[in-house]
Protein backbone atom coordinates (compact mmCIF):
# COMPACT_ATOMS: atom_id res chain seq x y z
CA UNK A 1 0.00 0.00 0.00
CA UNK A 2 2.63 2.38 1.02
CA UNK A 3 4.44 1.80 -2.17
CA UNK A 4 1.39 2.73 -4.57
CA UNK A 5 1.67 6.26 -6.43
CA UNK A 6 -1.73 7.32 -5.11
CA UNK A 7 -0.27 6.87 -1.55
CA UNK A 8 2.79 9.26 -1.90
CA UNK A 9 0.53 12.17 -3.83
CA UNK A 10 -1.87 12.17 -1.40
CA UNK A 11 1.05 12.17 1.24
CA UNK A 12 2.47 15.24 -0.66
CA UNK A 13 -0.97 16.78 -0.51
CA UNK A 14 -1.51 16.38 2.96
CA UNK A 15 2.22 18.07 3.40
CA UNK A 16 1.60 20.70 1.34
CA UNK A 17 -1.79 21.68 2.79
CA UNK A 18 -0.52 21.70 6.39
CA UNK A 19 2.89 23.51 5.33
CA UNK A 20 0.19 26.16 3.09
CA UNK A 21 -1.73 26.74 6.36
CA UNK A 22 1.34 27.03 9.14
CA UNK A 23 3.25 29.50 6.32
CA UNK A 24 0.38 31.72 5.85
CA UNK A 25 -0.01 31.81 9.41
CA UNK A 26 3.16 31.86 11.00
CA UNK A 27 4.57 34.93 8.44
CA UNK A 28 1.56 37.25 8.88
CA UNK A 29 1.95 36.44 12.81
CA UNK A 30 5.62 37.53 12.51
CA UNK A 31 5.57 40.04 10.14
CA UNK A 32 2.28 41.66 10.64
CA UNK A 33 1.66 45.00 12.68
CA UNK A 34 -0.58 44.68 15.77
CA UNK A 35 -2.99 47.14 17.57
CA UNK A 36 -5.32 46.54 20.23
CA UNK A 37 -8.69 48.21 21.32
CA UNK A 38 -11.92 47.26 22.83
CA UNK A 39 -13.91 46.82 19.48
CA UNK A 40 -11.14 45.04 18.22
CA UNK A 41 -11.29 41.62 19.62
CA UNK A 42 -15.00 41.09 18.61
CA UNK A 43 -15.90 38.84 15.31
CA UNK A 44 -16.56 41.38 12.45
CA UNK A 45 -19.25 40.99 10.46
CA UNK A 46 -19.89 43.73 7.52
CA UNK A 47 -20.81 46.50 10.74
CA UNK A 48 -23.30 44.39 12.19
CA UNK A 49 -22.79 43.83 15.82
CA UNK A 50 -23.05 39.74 15.61
CA UNK A 51 -23.24 39.23 19.39
CA UNK A 52 -26.39 39.12 20.73
CA UNK A 53 -27.74 38.51 24.33
CA UNK A 54 -27.54 35.17 25.14
CA UNK A 55 -30.79 34.58 26.63
CA UNK A 56 -32.68 35.61 23.44
CA UNK A 57 -35.88 33.28 23.56
CA UNK A 58 -37.28 32.16 20.67
CA UNK A 59 -40.92 30.55 20.39
CA UNK A 60 -40.90 26.72 19.69
CA UNK A 61 -42.81 27.23 16.74
CA UNK A 62 -40.28 28.38 14.60
CA UNK A 63 -38.57 24.85 15.54
CA UNK A 64 -41.56 23.03 14.70
CA UNK A 65 -42.04 25.02 11.42
CA UNK A 66 -38.81 24.10 10.47
CA UNK A 67 -38.74 20.76 11.03
CA UNK A 68 -42.17 19.95 9.47
CA UNK A 69 -40.25 21.39 6.05
CA UNK A 70 -37.11 19.07 6.75
CA UNK A 71 -39.82 16.12 7.05
CA UNK A 72 -42.00 17.45 3.93
CA UNK A 73 -39.04 18.51 1.54
CA UNK A 74 -37.44 15.08 2.47
CA UNK A 75 -40.25 13.09 1.95
CA UNK A 76 -40.76 15.21 -1.60
CA UNK A 77 -37.31 13.82 -2.58
CA UNK A 78 -37.98 10.47 -2.74
CA UNK A 79 -40.70 11.39 -5.25
CA UNK A 80 -38.21 12.99 -7.68
CA UNK A 81 -36.14 9.60 -7.60
CA UNK A 82 -39.15 7.90 -8.69
CA UNK A 83 -40.45 11.04 -11.63
CA UNK A 84 -36.89 10.51 -13.34
CA UNK A 85 -37.98 6.41 -13.61
CA UNK A 86 -41.46 6.13 -13.70
CA UNK A 87 -41.76 4.25 -17.19
CA UNK A 88 -39.28 1.91 -15.71
CA UNK A 89 -40.95 1.18 -12.49
CA UNK A 90 -44.31 0.31 -14.01
CA UNK A 91 -47.76 0.07 -12.00
CA UNK A 92 -45.95 -1.39 -9.06
CA UNK A 93 -43.64 1.78 -8.52
CA UNK A 94 -46.99 3.65 -9.11
CA UNK A 95 -49.27 1.94 -6.43
CA UNK A 96 -45.68 2.35 -4.26
CA UNK A 97 -45.61 6.07 -4.88
CA UNK A 98 -49.05 6.44 -4.33
CA UNK A 99 -49.21 4.27 -1.14
CA UNK A 100 -46.04 6.47 -0.11
CA UNK A 101 -47.93 9.79 -0.84
CA UNK A 102 -51.12 8.40 0.87
CA UNK A 103 -48.98 8.12 4.32
CA UNK A 104 -47.74 11.59 3.65
CA UNK A 105 -51.45 13.31 3.36
CA UNK A 106 -52.18 10.91 6.37
CA UNK A 107 -49.51 12.56 8.69
CA UNK A 108 -50.68 15.80 7.43
CA UNK A 109 -53.96 15.37 8.57
CA UNK A 110 -52.25 13.92 12.09
CA UNK A 111 -50.44 17.24 11.73
CA UNK A 112 -53.45 19.56 11.23
CA UNK A 113 -56.20 17.92 13.78
CA UNK A 114 -53.40 17.93 16.80
CA UNK A 115 -53.11 21.64 16.00
CA UNK A 116 -49.18 21.35 15.11
CA UNK A 117 -49.94 23.80 12.36
CA UNK A 118 -51.64 26.21 14.70
CA UNK A 119 -49.43 29.22 14.94
CA UNK A 120 -51.24 30.82 17.75
CA UNK A 121 -51.04 28.23 21.08
CA UNK A 122 -54.12 27.38 22.81
CA UNK A 123 -54.44 29.42 25.50
CA UNK A 124 -54.26 32.54 23.49
CA UNK A 125 -57.16 31.29 20.68
CA UNK A 126 -59.23 30.67 23.69
CA UNK A 127 -58.68 34.53 25.24
CA UNK A 128 -59.05 35.63 21.56
CA UNK A 129 -62.99 33.14 21.40
CA UNK A 130 -63.60 34.96 24.23
CA UNK A 131 -62.49 38.45 23.49
CA UNK A 132 -64.86 38.40 20.05
CA UNK A 133 -67.92 36.91 22.38
CA UNK A 134 -68.32 39.64 24.89
CA UNK A 135 -68.14 42.30 22.37
CA UNK A 136 -70.86 40.92 19.89
CA UNK A 137 -73.07 40.74 22.87
CA UNK A 138 -72.11 44.26 23.93
CA UNK A 139 -73.02 45.60 20.51
CA UNK A 140 -76.53 43.62 20.67
CA UNK A 141 -76.98 45.32 24.09
CA UNK A 142 -76.34 48.82 23.16
CA UNK B 1 -42.61 -8.26 -6.38
CA UNK B 2 -44.41 -11.72 -7.12
CA UNK B 3 -47.37 -12.37 -5.05
CA UNK B 4 -45.19 -15.13 -3.04
CA UNK B 5 -42.92 -12.44 -1.70
CA UNK B 6 -46.02 -9.94 -0.89
CA UNK B 7 -47.63 -12.65 1.08
CA UNK B 8 -43.72 -13.36 2.63
CA UNK B 9 -43.90 -9.50 3.75
CA UNK B 10 -47.70 -9.62 4.96
CA UNK B 11 -46.98 -9.05 8.72
CA UNK B 12 -44.59 -5.93 7.98
CA UNK B 13 -47.39 -4.99 5.53
CA UNK B 14 -49.85 -4.81 8.39
CA UNK B 15 -48.12 -3.68 10.99
CA UNK B 16 -47.10 -0.33 8.70
CA UNK B 17 -51.03 -0.57 7.92
CA UNK B 18 -52.17 -0.19 11.43
CA UNK B 19 -50.06 2.44 12.36
CA UNK B 20 -51.44 4.80 9.58
CA UNK B 21 -54.58 3.74 10.47
CA UNK B 22 -53.85 4.45 14.49
CA UNK B 23 -53.08 7.88 13.43
CA UNK B 24 -55.81 8.67 11.68
CA UNK B 25 -57.85 7.33 14.14
CA UNK B 26 -56.39 9.92 16.47
CA UNK B 27 -56.66 12.40 14.34
CA UNK B 28 -60.42 11.47 13.74
CA UNK B 29 -61.31 10.50 16.98
CA UNK B 30 -59.01 10.75 19.87
CA UNK B 31 -60.36 7.99 22.37
CA UNK B 32 -58.23 5.92 24.25
CA UNK B 33 -59.38 2.75 24.38
CA UNK B 34 -60.60 3.08 20.42
CA UNK B 35 -57.10 3.91 19.35
CA UNK B 36 -55.55 0.92 21.41
CA UNK B 37 -57.88 -0.93 20.08
CA UNK B 38 -57.07 -0.43 16.25
CA UNK B 39 -53.06 -1.04 17.14
CA UNK B 40 -53.86 -4.23 19.33
CA UNK B 41 -56.37 -5.21 16.13
CA UNK B 42 -53.23 -4.90 13.59
CA UNK B 43 -50.48 -6.04 15.24
CA UNK B 44 -52.92 -9.84 15.93
CA UNK B 45 -53.96 -9.61 12.31
CA UNK B 46 -49.99 -9.38 11.98
CA UNK B 47 -49.27 -12.10 14.30
CA UNK B 48 -51.93 -14.02 12.38
CA UNK B 49 -50.30 -13.72 9.39
CA UNK B 50 -47.30 -15.07 10.61
CA UNK B 51 -48.74 -17.79 12.35
CA UNK B 52 -50.70 -18.66 9.33
CA UNK B 53 -47.67 -18.49 7.06
CA UNK B 54 -45.60 -20.65 10.07
CA UNK B 55 -48.58 -23.87 9.87
CA UNK B 56 -49.70 -23.59 6.59
CA UNK B 57 -46.38 -22.69 4.31
CA UNK B 58 -43.44 -25.09 4.15
CA UNK B 59 -41.76 -22.41 5.49
CA UNK B 60 -39.43 -22.06 2.58
CA UNK B 61 -37.28 -18.66 3.00
CA UNK B 62 -38.50 -16.10 0.44
CA UNK B 63 -36.20 -13.62 -0.43
CA UNK B 64 -37.74 -10.43 -1.20
CA UNK B 65 -35.80 -7.41 -3.18
CA UNK B 66 -32.33 -8.73 -1.64
CA UNK B 67 -32.72 -6.69 1.26
CA UNK B 68 -34.82 -8.73 3.32
CA UNK B 69 -35.75 -12.24 3.74
CA UNK B 70 -38.56 -13.80 4.92
CA UNK B 71 -37.07 -17.32 5.89
CA UNK B 72 -37.85 -19.76 9.60
CA UNK B 73 -35.51 -17.59 11.83
CA UNK B 74 -37.57 -14.36 10.62
CA UNK B 75 -40.73 -15.43 11.88
CA UNK B 76 -39.64 -17.37 14.63
CA UNK B 77 -38.46 -14.06 15.79
CA UNK B 78 -41.52 -12.21 14.07
CA UNK B 79 -44.03 -13.94 16.71
CA UNK B 80 -41.83 -13.61 19.62
CA UNK B 81 -41.84 -9.78 18.84
CA UNK B 82 -45.50 -9.54 17.90
CA UNK B 83 -46.92 -11.49 21.22
CA UNK B 84 -44.32 -9.47 23.06
CA UNK B 85 -45.71 -6.38 21.42
CA UNK B 86 -49.44 -7.20 22.31
CA UNK B 87 -48.41 -7.98 25.75
CA UNK B 88 -46.74 -4.27 25.99
CA UNK B 89 -50.03 -2.66 24.40
CA UNK B 90 -51.84 -4.28 26.99
CA UNK B 91 -49.99 -2.73 29.76
CA UNK B 92 -49.80 0.50 27.96
CA UNK B 93 -53.52 0.65 28.15
CA UNK B 94 -53.81 -0.30 32.07
CA UNK B 95 -50.88 2.35 32.61
CA UNK B 96 -51.90 5.23 30.67
CA UNK B 97 -55.55 5.58 31.26
CA UNK B 98 -55.08 7.69 34.03
CA UNK B 99 -52.37 10.29 32.13
CA UNK B 100 -53.55 13.24 32.30
CA UNK B 101 -52.02 14.42 28.76
CA UNK B 102 -52.22 12.75 25.41
CA UNK B 103 -52.39 9.11 26.11
CA UNK B 104 -52.85 8.18 22.71
CA UNK B 105 -49.81 8.83 20.69
CA UNK B 106 -48.11 5.84 23.08
CA UNK B 107 -49.67 3.20 20.44
CA UNK B 108 -48.18 4.84 17.16
CA UNK B 109 -44.78 4.75 19.16
CA UNK B 110 -44.97 0.82 20.09
CA UNK B 111 -46.41 0.21 16.39
CA UNK B 112 -43.60 1.97 14.71
CA UNK B 113 -40.81 0.49 17.30
CA UNK B 114 -42.33 -3.31 16.78
CA UNK B 115 -41.96 -2.11 12.86
CA UNK B 116 -38.77 -1.51 13.53
CA UNK B 117 -38.16 -5.08 15.02
CA UNK B 118 -39.82 -6.83 12.65
CA UNK B 119 -37.80 -5.24 9.88
CA UNK B 120 -34.55 -5.98 11.66
CA UNK B 121 -36.13 -9.66 11.87
CA UNK B 122 -35.98 -10.23 8.28
CA UNK B 123 -32.48 -8.02 7.51
CA UNK B 124 -30.14 -9.75 5.36
CA UNK B 125 -28.77 -6.19 4.34
CA UNK B 126 -27.01 -4.04 6.46
CA UNK B 127 -29.58 -1.07 4.86
CA UNK B 128 -32.37 -2.67 6.42
CA UNK B 129 -30.43 -3.20 9.24
CA UNK B 130 -29.77 1.04 9.46
CA UNK B 131 -33.82 1.76 8.52
CA UNK B 132 -34.76 -1.41 11.14
CA UNK B 133 -32.35 -0.12 14.56
CA UNK B 134 -33.34 3.45 13.92
CA UNK B 135 -36.84 2.56 13.33
CA UNK B 136 -36.57 0.60 16.40
CA UNK B 137 -34.87 3.09 18.34
CA UNK B 138 -35.93 6.88 17.83
CA UNK B 139 -39.96 6.05 18.57
CA UNK B 140 -38.33 4.67 21.71
CA UNK B 141 -36.68 8.27 22.58
CA UNK B 142 -40.07 9.41 22.28
CA UNK B 143 -41.68 6.56 24.73
CA UNK B 144 -38.80 7.14 26.92
CA UNK B 145 -39.92 11.43 27.28
CA UNK B 146 -43.61 10.70 27.09
CA UNK B 147 -44.40 12.15 30.43
CA UNK B 148 -42.91 15.25 29.25
CA UNK B 149 -43.97 17.19 32.75
CA UNK B 150 -41.58 15.33 34.80
CA UNK B 151 -37.98 16.69 34.13
CA UNK B 152 -36.81 12.77 34.85
CA UNK B 153 -38.26 11.90 31.80
CA UNK B 154 -36.81 14.49 29.83
CA UNK B 155 -33.54 13.59 31.20
CA UNK B 156 -33.73 9.73 30.27
CA UNK B 157 -35.01 10.60 26.73
CA UNK B 158 -32.04 12.69 25.86
CA UNK B 159 -29.50 10.39 27.26
CA UNK B 160 -31.17 7.87 25.18
CA UNK B 161 -31.24 10.08 21.87
CA UNK B 162 -27.36 10.94 22.15
CA UNK B 163 -26.10 7.66 23.40
CA UNK B 164 -28.03 5.38 20.86
CA UNK B 165 -27.19 7.70 17.68
CA UNK B 166 -23.60 7.25 19.51
CA UNK B 167 -24.12 3.58 18.90
CA UNK B 168 -25.55 3.63 15.77
CA UNK B 169 -23.33 5.68 14.50
CA UNK B 170 -20.51 3.59 15.83
CA UNK B 171 -21.96 0.18 14.24
CA UNK B 172 -22.25 1.56 10.69
CA UNK B 173 -18.45 3.38 10.98
CA UNK B 174 -17.78 -1.13 11.86
CA UNK B 175 -20.05 -1.46 8.89
CA UNK B 176 -18.16 0.72 6.25
CA UNK B 177 -14.59 -0.10 7.40
CA UNK B 178 -15.64 -4.20 6.56
CA UNK B 179 -17.39 -3.02 3.25
CA UNK B 180 -14.02 -1.37 2.32
CA UNK B 181 -12.74 -4.64 2.76
CA UNK B 182 -14.66 -6.90 1.43
CA UNK B 183 -17.06 -4.62 -0.96
CA UNK B 184 -20.32 -6.22 -0.19
CA UNK B 185 -23.19 -4.94 2.22
CA UNK B 186 -24.93 -8.43 2.56
CA UNK B 187 -25.23 -8.98 6.16
CA UNK B 188 -23.98 -12.94 5.12
CA UNK B 189 -20.66 -11.65 3.27
CA UNK B 190 -20.27 -9.36 6.69
CA UNK B 191 -21.12 -12.85 8.78
CA UNK B 192 -18.16 -14.57 6.59
CA UNK B 193 -15.94 -11.72 6.48
CA UNK B 194 -16.32 -12.06 10.71
CA UNK B 195 -15.72 -15.65 10.77
CA UNK B 196 -12.52 -15.10 8.48
CA UNK B 197 -10.99 -12.73 10.72
CA UNK B 198 -7.27 -12.43 10.80
CA UNK B 199 -4.98 -10.16 12.34
CA UNK B 200 -3.40 -9.41 9.24
CA UNK B 201 -6.77 -7.41 8.14
CA UNK B 202 -7.19 -4.47 10.52
CA UNK B 203 -10.04 -3.27 8.52
CA UNK B 204 -12.09 -6.10 9.43
CA UNK B 205 -11.15 -6.02 12.94
CA UNK B 206 -12.03 -2.32 13.48
CA UNK B 207 -15.30 -2.74 11.88
CA UNK B 208 -15.73 -6.05 13.85
CA UNK B 209 -15.04 -4.34 16.74
CA UNK B 210 -16.97 -1.08 16.04
CA UNK B 211 -20.17 -3.54 15.28
CA UNK B 212 -19.41 -5.10 18.17
CA UNK B 213 -20.25 -1.62 20.75
CA UNK B 214 -22.56 -0.58 18.42
CA UNK B 215 -24.52 -3.91 18.88
CA UNK B 216 -23.47 -4.66 22.48
CA UNK B 217 -24.96 -0.86 23.44
CA UNK B 218 -28.40 -2.07 21.80
CA UNK B 219 -28.00 -5.04 24.11
CA UNK B 220 -26.86 -3.44 26.79
CA UNK B 221 -24.08 -5.62 27.36
CA UNK B 222 -21.04 -4.19 29.64
CA UNK B 223 -18.96 -2.66 29.14
CA UNK B 224 -21.78 -0.46 26.98
CA UNK B 225 -24.11 -0.69 29.42
CA UNK B 226 -24.21 2.82 31.32
CA UNK B 227 -27.23 4.05 30.19
CA UNK B 228 -29.34 0.86 30.35
CA UNK B 229 -30.58 1.36 34.49
CA UNK B 230 -31.03 5.06 34.16
CA UNK B 231 -33.06 4.85 30.91
CA UNK B 232 -35.09 2.20 32.26
CA UNK B 233 -35.16 4.25 35.07
CA UNK B 234 -37.01 7.35 34.13
CA UNK B 235 -38.96 5.41 31.24
CA UNK B 236 -42.92 5.01 32.02
CA UNK B 237 -42.79 1.01 33.29
CA UNK B 238 -44.59 -0.02 30.09
CA UNK B 239 -41.75 1.56 27.79
CA UNK B 240 -39.20 -0.04 30.08
CA UNK B 241 -40.56 -3.81 29.73
CA UNK B 242 -40.35 -2.51 26.07
CA UNK B 243 -36.80 -1.61 25.81
CA UNK B 244 -35.78 -4.86 27.62
CA UNK B 245 -37.98 -7.57 25.94
CA UNK B 246 -38.79 -6.59 22.10
CA UNK B 247 -35.98 -4.21 21.47
CA UNK B 248 -33.36 -6.08 22.57
CA UNK B 249 -34.71 -9.02 20.81
CA UNK B 250 -35.05 -7.21 17.17
CA UNK B 251 -31.10 -6.84 17.43
CA UNK B 252 -30.59 -9.99 18.74
CA UNK B 253 -31.67 -11.63 15.45
CA UNK B 254 -29.97 -9.75 13.66
CA UNK B 255 -26.59 -10.52 15.42
CA UNK B 256 -27.42 -14.31 15.34
CA UNK B 257 -27.29 -13.41 11.65
CA UNK B 258 -24.17 -11.64 11.95
CA UNK B 259 -22.18 -14.44 14.08
CA UNK B 260 -24.01 -17.33 13.95
CA UNK B 261 -25.33 -17.82 10.83
CA UNK B 262 -21.97 -17.96 8.99
CA UNK B 263 -20.84 -21.31 7.23
CA UNK B 264 -18.14 -21.64 9.08
CA UNK B 265 -17.76 -21.15 13.11
CA UNK B 266 -16.63 -18.06 14.53
CA UNK B 267 -13.30 -16.16 13.92
CA UNK B 268 -11.36 -16.94 17.67
CA UNK B 269 -10.28 -13.31 18.02
CA UNK B 270 -13.87 -12.30 17.62
CA UNK B 271 -14.75 -15.25 19.69
CA UNK B 272 -12.68 -13.95 22.65
CA UNK B 273 -14.10 -10.68 22.42
CA UNK B 274 -17.84 -11.96 22.71
CA UNK B 275 -16.47 -14.30 25.49
CA UNK B 276 -15.14 -10.86 27.14
CA UNK B 277 -18.40 -9.39 26.83
CA UNK B 278 -20.56 -12.31 27.99
CA UNK B 279 -18.34 -12.75 31.27
CA UNK B 280 -18.49 -9.07 32.28
CA UNK B 281 -22.22 -8.52 31.46
CA UNK B 282 -23.14 -11.49 33.47
CA UNK B 283 -20.65 -10.58 36.53
CA UNK B 284 -20.90 -7.30 36.28
CA UNK B 285 -25.01 -6.98 36.24
CA UNK B 286 -24.85 -9.22 38.83
CA UNK B 287 -22.99 -7.40 41.03
CA UNK B 288 -24.10 -4.07 40.66
CA UNK B 289 -27.94 -5.10 41.08
CA UNK B 290 -27.14 -6.31 44.40
CA UNK B 291 -27.13 -3.09 46.27
CA UNK B 292 -30.41 -1.33 44.31
CA UNK B 293 -33.26 -0.07 46.03
CA UNK B 294 -35.03 0.73 42.88
CA UNK B 295 -36.69 -2.18 41.17
CA UNK B 296 -36.53 -0.84 38.00
CA UNK B 297 -32.76 -0.46 38.13
CA UNK B 298 -32.15 -3.79 39.68
CA UNK B 299 -34.64 -5.33 36.70
CA UNK B 300 -32.13 -2.77 34.25
CA UNK B 301 -28.61 -4.92 35.68
CA UNK B 302 -30.57 -8.12 35.97
CA UNK B 303 -31.39 -7.56 31.94
CA UNK B 304 -28.00 -6.52 31.62
CA UNK B 305 -27.06 -10.33 33.27
CA UNK B 306 -29.38 -12.23 31.36
CA UNK B 307 -28.26 -11.07 27.91
CA UNK B 308 -24.71 -11.95 29.01
CA UNK B 309 -26.21 -15.55 29.72
CA UNK B 310 -27.37 -15.13 26.12
CA UNK B 311 -24.69 -14.10 24.41
CA UNK B 312 -23.32 -17.75 24.98
CA UNK B 313 -24.86 -19.22 22.79
CA UNK B 314 -22.53 -16.76 20.00
CA UNK B 315 -19.29 -18.33 21.25
CA UNK B 316 -20.89 -21.74 20.83
CA UNK B 317 -21.17 -22.95 16.49
CA UNK B 318 -24.16 -25.54 15.71
CA UNK B 319 -28.08 -25.46 15.27
CA UNK B 320 -28.04 -26.52 19.25
CA UNK B 321 -27.11 -23.43 20.27
CA UNK B 322 -29.86 -21.86 17.88
CA UNK B 323 -32.50 -23.97 19.67
CA UNK B 324 -31.15 -22.68 23.28
CA UNK B 325 -31.04 -19.06 21.85
CA UNK B 326 -34.55 -19.54 21.25
CA UNK B 327 -36.00 -21.34 23.78
CA UNK B 328 -34.07 -18.69 26.43
CA UNK B 329 -35.64 -15.69 24.24
CA UNK B 330 -38.86 -17.29 24.71
CA UNK B 331 -38.50 -17.50 28.32
CA UNK B 332 -37.10 -14.01 29.07
CA UNK B 333 -39.74 -12.48 27.29
CA UNK B 334 -42.55 -13.95 29.25
CA UNK B 335 -41.10 -13.28 32.43
CA UNK B 336 -39.58 -9.80 31.81
CA UNK B 337 -43.37 -9.11 30.71
CA UNK B 338 -44.93 -10.53 34.12
CA UNK B 339 -42.62 -8.63 35.84
CA UNK B 340 -43.04 -5.35 34.37
CA UNK B 341 -46.48 -6.30 34.12
CA UNK B 342 -47.26 -6.16 37.76
CA UNK B 343 -44.76 -3.28 38.60
CA UNK B 344 -47.18 -1.24 35.81
CA UNK B 345 -50.71 -2.54 37.41
CA UNK B 346 -49.36 -1.18 40.80
CA UNK B 347 -48.14 2.13 39.55
CA UNK B 348 -51.03 2.93 36.74
CA UNK B 349 -53.44 5.10 38.79
CA UNK B 350 -50.72 6.73 41.01
CA UNK B 351 -49.51 9.03 38.37
CA UNK B 352 -47.21 11.28 39.87
CA UNK B 353 -44.29 8.47 40.55
CA UNK B 354 -44.01 4.80 39.44
CA UNK B 355 -44.17 2.15 42.30
CA UNK B 356 -40.54 1.49 42.21
CA UNK B 357 -39.06 1.95 45.41
CA UNK B 358 -38.24 -1.79 47.10
CA UNK B 359 -40.26 -0.11 49.81
CA UNK B 360 -43.75 0.93 47.98
CA UNK B 361 -43.70 -2.95 47.86
CA UNK B 362 -43.21 -3.77 51.21
CA UNK B 363 -45.90 -6.44 52.50
CA UNK B 364 -47.83 -5.67 49.08
CA UNK B 365 -48.87 -9.34 49.81
CA UNK B 366 -50.82 -8.74 52.34
CA UNK B 367 -53.21 -6.33 50.72
CA UNK B 368 -52.69 -7.74 46.66
CA UNK B 369 -52.14 -11.38 47.44
CA UNK B 370 -52.72 -12.60 43.67
CA UNK B 371 -50.78 -9.66 42.20
CA UNK B 372 -48.08 -10.73 44.45
CA UNK B 373 -48.55 -14.38 43.74
CA UNK B 374 -47.30 -13.39 40.16
CA UNK B 375 -44.82 -11.16 40.74
CA UNK B 376 -43.27 -13.65 42.88
CA UNK B 377 -43.35 -16.60 40.83
CA UNK B 378 -42.02 -14.15 37.87
CA UNK B 379 -39.30 -13.30 39.99
CA UNK B 380 -38.57 -17.01 40.89
CA UNK B 381 -38.09 -17.31 37.01
CA UNK B 382 -35.95 -15.15 36.44
CA UNK B 383 -33.60 -16.44 39.49
CA UNK B 384 -34.09 -20.01 37.54
CA UNK B 385 -35.63 -21.66 39.85
CA UNK B 386 -36.86 -25.45 38.41
CA UNK B 387 -40.59 -25.13 37.54
CA UNK B 388 -40.60 -22.33 36.04
CA UNK B 389 -40.15 -21.29 32.58
CA UNK B 390 -36.60 -19.67 33.34
CA UNK B 391 -34.98 -22.90 34.74
CA UNK B 392 -35.67 -24.45 31.09
CA UNK B 393 -33.82 -20.96 29.39
CA UNK B 394 -31.33 -21.23 31.73
CA UNK B 395 -30.54 -24.99 31.28
CA UNK B 396 -30.64 -24.75 27.50
CA UNK B 397 -28.08 -22.12 27.65
CA UNK B 398 -26.12 -24.24 29.99
CA UNK B 399 -26.18 -27.47 28.55
CA UNK B 400 -25.42 -25.29 25.26
CA UNK B 401 -22.40 -24.31 26.49
CA UNK B 402 -21.29 -27.39 28.26
CA UNK B 403 -21.53 -28.92 24.87
CA UNK B 404 -19.07 -26.79 23.31
CA UNK B 405 -16.62 -27.04 26.53
CA UNK B 406 -17.06 -23.53 27.13
CA UNK B 407 -16.38 -23.61 30.93
CA UNK B 408 -15.48 -19.98 31.28
CA UNK B 409 -18.74 -19.18 30.25
CA UNK B 410 -20.59 -21.61 32.04
CA UNK B 411 -18.79 -21.03 35.80
CA UNK B 412 -19.48 -17.21 35.11
CA UNK B 413 -23.15 -18.16 34.41
CA UNK B 414 -23.78 -20.19 37.24
CA UNK B 415 -21.96 -17.64 39.91
CA UNK B 416 -23.98 -14.83 38.57
CA UNK B 417 -27.06 -16.60 38.99
CA UNK B 418 -25.60 -17.22 42.75
CA UNK B 419 -25.26 -13.82 43.01
CA UNK B 420 -28.55 -13.02 41.41
CA UNK B 421 -30.51 -15.36 43.77
CA UNK B 422 -29.84 -13.28 46.67
CA UNK B 423 -31.22 -9.96 45.06
CA UNK B 424 -34.26 -11.82 43.70
CA UNK B 425 -34.99 -13.02 47.06
CA UNK B 426 -34.78 -9.96 48.48
CA UNK B 427 -37.38 -8.15 46.61
CA UNK B 428 -39.71 -11.31 47.49
CA UNK B 429 -38.81 -11.19 51.12
CA UNK B 430 -40.02 -7.35 51.14
CA UNK B 431 -43.29 -8.22 49.55
CA UNK B 432 -44.12 -10.89 52.15
CA UNK B 433 -42.31 -8.76 54.68
CA UNK B 434 -45.16 -6.83 57.53
CA UNK B 435 -45.87 -3.66 57.25
CA UNK B 436 -46.95 -0.44 59.79
CA UNK B 437 -50.10 0.33 58.98
CA UNK B 438 -50.60 3.48 57.17
CA UNK B 439 -47.05 3.63 55.98
CA UNK B 440 -48.42 1.51 52.38
CA UNK B 441 -47.92 3.87 48.87
CA UNK B 442 -49.69 1.51 46.58
CA UNK B 443 -53.09 1.62 45.97
CA UNK B 444 -53.73 0.14 42.50
CA UNK B 445 -57.67 -0.27 42.13
CA UNK B 446 -58.82 -4.27 43.11
CA UNK B 447 -60.75 -4.65 39.47
CA UNK B 448 -56.87 -5.22 38.35
CA UNK B 449 -57.98 -8.59 37.18
CA UNK B 450 -60.98 -7.33 34.98
CA UNK B 451 -58.49 -5.10 32.95
CA UNK B 452 -56.60 -6.08 30.10
CA UNK B 453 -53.78 -6.06 31.29
CA UNK B 454 -54.46 -8.09 34.46
CA UNK B 455 -55.44 -10.88 31.74
CA UNK B 456 -52.48 -10.70 29.84
CA UNK B 457 -50.45 -11.37 33.71
CA UNK B 458 -52.75 -13.84 34.43
CA UNK B 459 -51.70 -15.53 30.80
CA UNK B 460 -48.35 -14.88 31.17
CA UNK B 461 -48.47 -16.54 34.42
CA UNK B 462 -50.03 -19.82 32.84
CA UNK B 463 -47.64 -19.98 30.26
CA UNK B 464 -44.74 -19.29 32.52
CA UNK B 465 -45.60 -22.32 34.43
CA UNK B 466 -46.85 -24.27 31.33
CA UNK B 467 -42.95 -23.29 29.84
CA UNK B 468 -41.52 -24.49 32.86
CA UNK B 469 -43.33 -27.95 33.37
CA UNK B 470 -43.70 -29.11 29.81
CA UNK B 471 -40.90 -27.05 27.55
CA UNK B 472 -41.25 -29.78 24.41
CA UNK B 473 -43.18 -27.91 22.21
CA UNK B 474 -40.71 -24.84 22.95
CA UNK B 475 -37.99 -26.65 21.96
CA UNK B 476 -39.40 -27.55 19.02
CA UNK B 477 -40.47 -24.29 18.30
CA UNK B 478 -37.39 -22.98 18.48
CA UNK B 479 -35.43 -25.39 16.15
CA UNK B 480 -37.17 -22.75 13.54
CA UNK B 481 -33.77 -20.43 14.83
CA UNK B 482 -31.68 -22.79 13.02
CA UNK B 483 -32.97 -23.06 9.92
CA UNK B 484 -31.95 -19.96 7.90
Same mark, same amino acid.
Given at each position: ?????? &??????????????????????????????????????????????????????? @??????? @????????????????????????? @???????? &????????????????D???????????????????????? | ????Q???????????????????????????? &????????????????????????????????????????????M????????????L??????G???N???????????T?????L????????L????????????? =???????????????? !???????????????????I????????????????????????????????????? =? @? !?????? &?????????????????????????????????????????????????????????????G?????????????????????? =???????????????????????????????????????????????????????????????????????????????????????????SA????????????????????????????????S???????????????????????????????????????????????????
Amino acid at each position: MTTSPE &FWSIAVYIVAVLGLCTVMLGLSALLGGRSGARARNEPFESGVVSASPENLRLSAK @FYLVAVF @FVIFDVEALFLYAWAVSVRESGWVG @FVEAAVFI &FILLASLVYLARIGALDWAPASRKKRQALQVHPKNQGGASV | MTSVQLWALLPLLIATASIVATMLAIAVYRHHR &FCASVTVGGMNLALIAVVYDLITGDNLAVPVTGLMTVDAAARFGMVLILVTTLGVLTLCHAYFEGYKRNREEIYLLIGLGTLGALTLACATHTATLLVGIELLSLPMVA =GVAYSMDERRAIEGGI !KYLILSAAASAALFFGVALIYAHIGSLDLSAMSQALSAASLDQPLVLAGAAMMIAGL =G @F !KLSLVP &FHQWTPDVYESAPTPITAYLATVSKLGVFVVVLRLFHYGSSPISPLILTALVGLAVASMLVGSLLALRQNNLKRLLAYSSIAHF =GYLTIVLAVPGDESLRAAGVYLATYLVTSLGVFGVMALVSSPMGERDAEHIDDYRGLFWRRPYLTSILTAMLLSLAGIPLTAGFIGKFAVISAGVGAAQWLLVGSLIVSSAISIYYYLRIVSALFSAVAAGSERVSEPMGWAQSFGGLMLVVAMIVMLWLGVYPQPLYLLSGQLAQH
